[in-house]
């Protein structure tokens, strides 16, 4: 009796943990939809019903594009895993069959670069995990890398608070970490981000200072240590001296508005950091990842570095390939506090030069820095430009962009367009192939595009909580018409259908193919040393 008594205490226990975690689901998705966008999960929330899709999905006759090769196939999904890929495919009842006859089946984007739910100035993005990651679903992109930010500048307590925003994720995600400043419970922590917490990418700001700024002798600490570790350096590349200056230059002159931000931080500034932080890699010898490059002076200091054979990685982002910085002029405020980001939009040509950079594997792969405000809080910085937060959308539309602006213009082909969305970015951070790739064994993470549909970007359609959008009213070809992550269909028919929580956070393990022959440079940079010179003692 008293074992039975037991068991039934347990029972009404675990079913009391189902009834809080579905009330939890609930409010999240309530939030959401109180948030005005339609997204749901339910015949009572939003209006949209829940997923019935089976575990296992047939996918027909698409033209199946990895990086490396495009063929007719089927692919078959069970269980959130690709099983098969092969012509003619024979599976049994009970499978959802998708004809993808004329249209492209490929990886879902990874994007290299975003921040949900980041502070700053005081606020939080609009997007959190939950809403930014629906409309990147949307787009196409079914797993995405953000940022953890230090709290006061512990690595550990920040990846505690970026993990428990993650819990309303509804694709998979991982994390790069900042470090911010330097002293040995840093350095102990970045061992125990890469040794126990899936982390082997750390980002070195050179601008924001005051805030996460770093000097020279912190970024050379920070590189020798991620060489230790095999965890990429990240570096925003503004020199943050000449940049506070630049500001202080502004207001003194009067320019208060957006303009003055593009004004302060000209693209000579971004060449500079840019230089210099390949240079200091370079002495360290450890592999640079350069994000959101924005500007020709440090596309050029990226060429040069890799043409003498350096591991230097660079990130344009999609509002740098599709815009330029006359947005910032506009005389309406909040249709240029929209555009205000670090570093800034440039003027005509260089968007330009960064597709040419792209087409031609000067650059490696597209990401978004995707930091969504609403008007409201843009307008905080109504008479002072430095109080402006800094960010633009991107993580719905990135996919599109780089379809329409890079292979319908010819630029690049279909298998490039997936190594520059998708699978360089899952090599770089060793996920692949995991992730970026339809092959058997993969994450069933796929999208199906259709190169002959068209798409249109509106504020009043995207699934941002953002009421303003830099891309407005901008319309291409080649439209994703479905989505898949983990094996389950997301997004279909222009409907969403996701679920907080169900995302997963993805550890991503150390030494990716950029660390490899790394100890035979180091071999050969002593073995040219020639020292130390053993020298006689004089017997004067």
Known sequence: MESNSKTQILLHLFSLVLLLSTFSSVCELNQFCDSGIGIGLGESACGITLSTSSSKILIKGGIVVNAHREEVADVY???????????????????????????????????????????????????????????????????????????????????????????????????????????????????????????????????????FMVNDELLLEGFKKCKSLGALAMVHAENGDAVYEGQKRMIELGITGPEGHALSRPPSLEGEATARTIRLAGFVNTPLYVVHVMSIDAVEEIARARKTGQRVIGEPIAAGLALD???????????????????????????????????????????????????????????????????????????????????????????????????????????????????????????????????????????SRSDTNVYEGRRGKGKVEVTIAGGRIVWENDELKVVPGSGKYVEMPPFSYLFDGIDKLDAKYLSSLQAPVKRFKSTA
């Not at 069959?97 to 502070?119: N, R």
């Not at 379809?403 to 699978?423: A, C, F, K, P």
């Open 325 to 463: 910085g006359s947005g910032v002029w506009d005389p309406d405020f909040i249709t240029a506090a929209k555009f205000l980001m670090s570093p800034p939009l440039r003027a005509p040509g260089h968007d330009k030069a960064l597709q040419a950079a792209l087409s031609t594997g000067v650059l490696q792969l597209v990401g978004t820095d995707h930091c969504s405000w609403n008007s409201t809080q843009k307008a905080l910085g109504m008479d002072d430009f430095r109080k402006i937060p800094n960010g633009v959308n991107g993580i719905e539309e990135r996919m599109h962009l780089v379809w329409d602006i890079m292979v319908e213009s010819g630029q690049i082909s279909v298998t490039d367009y997936v190594r520059v969305t998708s699978t360089e970015c899952a090599r770089i951070f060793n996920i692949y192939p995991r992730k970026g790739a339809i092959l058997p064994g993969s994450d069933a993470d796929i999208i199906i595009l259709n190169p002959n549909s068209s798409f249109e970007i509106t504020a009043k359609s995207h699934h």
């Open 77 to 211: 999904v069970e269980d959130g895993i690709i099983i098969a890929v092969k012509p003619n495919l024979k599976v049994s009842d009970h499978v959802t069959v998708l004809d993808a006859t004329g249209k492209f089946v490929m990886p879902g984007g990874i994007d290299p670069h975003a921040h949900l739910a980041m502070k700053g100035l005081g606020m939080e993005t609009v997007d959190d995990f939950f809403s930014g990651q629906a409309a990147a679903l949307a787009g196409g992109t079914t797993m995405h890398i953000d940022f953890v930010i230090p709290d006061n500048g512990s690595l550990t307590a920040g990846f505690e608070t970026y993990t428990k925003k993650a819990m309303k994720s509804c694709m998979d995600y991982g994390f790069h970490v900042a470090v911010t400043k330097w002293d040995e419970v840093v350095s102990k922590e970045m061992e125990i981000m890469v040794k126990e917490r899936g982390i082997n990418s750390f980002k070195f700001f050179l601008a924001y200072k005051g805030a």
